[in-house]
């Protein structure tokens, strides 16, 4: 590819005790794309997302995002530059309503003295701009910006997290594992929710254990073995045997891939 990746690691090394977790690793991000990142379980491929989102402070190497380097102590760093996770277990609130989840740690305060001092919430606008969020991604099956997560279905839980990440993840968004407690009707609407996330310019990073969506909707798989990026390939090319063969280790990566 000739344009510049939007994010990108070189020779990342986590060690844990004298277990290395990742080792020399590598990771491409380009703008506008949907990146899956597949790999055995122990391949390294959760530490590879925790160091580019923050989550994990790597020993060594290199992390750019728009060409510049950065060093991400935590996921609010990570967040504040334009990259927002979603992590399996959603992180949402039960008990607080779809507007408040939305705006969990981002609460937009009343102007004046009511928000300055008394930190008071605008609720009004966290409900607006919730509500406008949720249309936008055609979420509005939900009928109240009020109502509690805990009563909404597994999969409009899903969305709501998708939508908090595509409303406040500029640059990147992260998705652990969005489809894993699905079942099919839901698992095919976040699917279409993420081409839908794309479709707005935003590229994501989509990792999966479920290999016929992944090939569905991704416009490169990134196969992490042995706590490295092992190859890179198009879905296009190859089938989801050949991804799984390359990812255990059964069938030799292809050369051209491994340079990508």
Do not use: W
């Not at 950065?70 to 008990?95: C, K, W």
């Not at 009928?143 to 969305?159: C, D, F, K, M, P």
């Not at 990147?172 to 310019?201: M, W």
């Amino acid at each position: 590819m000739a344009q510049e990746p939007l994010l990108s690691a070189r020779g990342i090394v986590k060690r844990y005790g004298r277990v290395t977790a990742l080792d020399h690793a590598d990771f491409d991000l380009y703008p506008g794309e949907i990146l899956a990142v597949i790999g055995d379980n122990g391949a390294g491929k959760s530490s590879m997302i925790k160091a580019i989102s923050g989550a994990l402070v790597p020993d060594e190497g290199e992390i750019r995002l728009e060409g510049k380097p950065v060093h991400f102590r935590s996921p609010m760093e990570a967040r504040d530059a334009g990259i927002e996770t979603v992590y399996q277990n959603l992180a949402l609130s039960p008990a607080l309503s779809i507007a408040d989840n939305m705006f969990l740690g981002r609460e937009i305060r009343k102007p004046g003295v009511m928000g300055k001092v008394f930190r008071a919430l605008d609720r009004a606008a966290m409900e607006k701009t919730a509500r406008a969020k949720l249309s936008e991604l055609g979420l509005m099956t939900i009928q109240n910006i009020n109502q509690a997560v805990e009563t909404l279905s597994g999969g409009q839980r899903q969305g709501v997290a998708v939508a908090r990440a595509a409303a406040f993840g500029s640059k990147v968004i992260i998705l652990d594992e969005p489809t894993a407690a699905l079942g099919v009707k839901e698992s095919r609407r976040v699917l279409e929710l993420i081409l839908d996330v794309r479709s707005r310019g935003i590229p994501i990073v989509l990792i999966s254990h479920n290999m016929p969506h992944v090939f569905e909707v991704a416009d490169r798989i990134h196969i992490h073995r042995l706590g490295k990026r092992l190859c890179v390939i198009d879905p296009k090319e190859y089938t989801m045997s050949d991804a799984v063969a390359f990812m255990t280790g059964a069938k030799e990566a292809p050369r051209e891939a491994i340079a990508a």
